[in-house]
């Protein structure tokens, strides 16, 4: 399967980057051509981004944590299958560094943030900066590689949402409907997104695991606030009562040693504080012609269930108990997991 042998002249041009660490290696040759299928997109490339960073925080305790040449192995599967273009490797050359941080977070605070790749738990900041200034297309969309997406047949999300973009300035990022839809119609999402009588759902929070960018509309978010996060280190070990006391000891000691700054914070807080301050928003779109899930745990059921959640997915089907929620409840997917044939 190729989808760039489709005509594209009535298609705007996009750039799909897949950001791919070691973490992935357990689900990605699964839920990659699983994302290709269901955008079913005429990309201008589809591109690995390959994060050979070490792991650090919390990505150290992922489940069935796949080795570099697996990763390597991997990759080149989907390349194989006709599924990726090609593998980039992140380059954490310094001076990449501090181009793209002073870019984004200004001249002021990149400094600060030069020893900064990652965040306090492991997850990319740079990385992700990194894919949007490499990509050849104005229109940049990202996914996670673990992220499960439906599209009805006909429909075409990553069009609709570039009008949308194109017509509502102040729109900065959009993605798809977040969550199977509600057959009552309901929507299940923090109470401050509002709905657009344009064809979406507005928000100031910012979700690094899908989104389409016009490239320069974007880098007008600059410069983004740089925040920093403070970590426990010994303190998650004790009981809950004596955590709160342990942490600002912590505090208190990295103060005393000149480390007060601790970590970055994720990318995701940054950039909807950004939000927050201006008037870009993060679109949702309102059409539930296509829409997201996001497996917030990898666990052995996870892996074990995935071709099937896959399969379901791409079909439209999904048990109630997941309607309006974008985060997957694996548990109410049992009887739709034995059954195919069971339907909403």
Known sequence: MNTNNKNRSHKPPVSLWILVARTDVPYMLKTIPHLIRSCNYPFVERVLAMDTAPLIGDKRYRYDIGSQEQLDQACQTLIDQGMMDRVAKIDYHPERIKTIYEKYFGAQQAPQMLNHTHNWKGSTVYASLYCIEAAKSDYYLHFDADMLLHQDPGYDWITEGIKLMDSVPTIATIRPFCGPPHPEEK???????????????GHKFFSMRAYLVDRKRFVQLSPIPLMWKYPPLWSRHLPQPLQFLAAKIERKLRKSKGSVQGA?????????????????????????????????????????????????IEQGKYPLEQAGYYDLVLESWQDLLENNSVSL
């Open 187 to 201: 929507i299940i999402h923090a109470p401050n997104f509002y709905r657009d009588e344009r064809g979406f759902y």
């Open 264 to 312: 970055i914070e994720s990318f995701e807080p940054m950039t909807s504080k950004k939000l927050s301050e201006t008037d870009f928003v993060r679109a949702n779109l309102s059409s539930t012609q296509a829409w997201t899930i996001h497996p917030p745990k990898h666990t052995a059921q996870f892996i074990q269930a995935l071709p099937q959640l896959i399969k379901l």
